[in-house]
């Protein structure tokens, strides 16, 4: 199997080698925002790893040298109801779990800003490797909105509450190295290095046995099943963001490239 496959995929790219499928965000010109398309591919994608044998393990990285994926596709909120963004974050979300719950191993390569919903997603994913230029922040804060795709959880879990509590309440950014130290990110590497790098780490868990690295991931997984209501608190406190006018404020201050003014 190689990338013509996936013909039909026009916002991500793949390629498959020694059984590691390569995903690629790819609208670099938008900084890999995730718009209804990505989410739409990504569940392709994701129903093909699920059937195919021949992919063992998975990597998800952005295109171009600038960002992994610098969140939500911020243009997508402007006409979003409380109700119809509420859907929005929990169809996200759901995405998401099945990265996370996935039984075959999904490194995030993360090759620049991993803002948002892009930090987000590096965060359901099972391992995370760094560029030494990747930034990771939640800056939601700054349009007015909050994390929707599982980020008051997830970095919660990963770097535990204070941290997470102070990243997303200043919509502060982080650099690799301070990622790697709050425990967000478990190497960093030259951004040359970076996908060799993690296809290393994968040829090592894909050598093991398969049943087993899917049962780690599985009974790691279930520690965090009590937590399955935070997931569902979030969604409404985001949807009501929605009809909030500092919301309407943030984001239109974003697309006017201008400062907001809460
Ligand atoms: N949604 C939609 N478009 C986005 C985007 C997003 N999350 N992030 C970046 N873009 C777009 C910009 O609007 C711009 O589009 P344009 O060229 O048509 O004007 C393009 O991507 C390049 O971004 P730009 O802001 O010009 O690049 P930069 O290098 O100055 O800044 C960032 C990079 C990542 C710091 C900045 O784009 C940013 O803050 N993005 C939003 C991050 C965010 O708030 N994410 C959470 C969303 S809930």
New binding site residues.
């Given amino acids: 199997m190689d990338s013509t496959n996936f013909s039909s995929l026009t916002a991500l790219l793949t390629s498959l080698q020694e059984g590691i499928l390569t995903v690629t965000i790819n609208r670099p010109?938008?900084?890999n925002?995730?718009?209804r398309t990505v989410f739409e591919e990504l569940e392709i994608v994701l129903d093909r790893i699920e059937a195919d044998t021949q992919i063992k393990a998975v990597i998800i990285t952005g295109a171009g040298a600038?960002?992994f994926v610098?969140?939500?596709?911020?243009?997508e909120?402007t006409a979003l109801a409380p109700q119809e963004a509420t859907q929005l974050a929990r169809g996200g979300q759901l995405v998401f779990e099945r990265i996370e719950k996935n039984a075959k191993p999904i490194i995030a390569a993360v090759n620049g800003?991993a803002?948002?919903?892009?930090c987000e997603l590096a965060m359901a994913c099972h391992i995370r490797l760094a560029a030494e230029s990747a930034?990771f922040g939640?800056?939601?804060v700054?349009?007015g909105?909050i994390?929707?795709y599982g980020g008051t959880q997830r970095l919660t879990q990963l770097v535990g509450k204070g941290k997470a509590l102070e990243l997303m309440m200043s919509g502060n950014m982080l650099s690799a190295q301070e990622a790697l130290q709050w425990g967000l990110v478990n190497h960093v590497y030259t951004a040359e290095e970076l996908l060799d790098k993690t296809k290393q780490l994968l040829a090592t868990i894909t050598s093991k046995g398969p049943g087993a690295v899917a049962r780690v991931i599985t009974a790691v997984n279930a520690l965090y099943e009590k937590g399955a209501d935070g997931y569902l608190e979030e969604v409404h406190l985001f949807g009501e963001c929605f009809g909030t006018p500092e919301m309407k404020e943030g984001v239109t201050a974003?697309?006017e490239?201008r400062k907001p003014n809460f």
Avoid: V
Wanted: glycine share 16%; proline share 6%.
């Fill in positions: 010109d938008k900084m925002a995730l718009n600038k960002a610098a969140g939500a596709d911020i243009s909120f800003f803002l948002g919903g892009g930034k939640q800056p939601e700054n349009l909105l994390p929707g974003f697309l490239k």
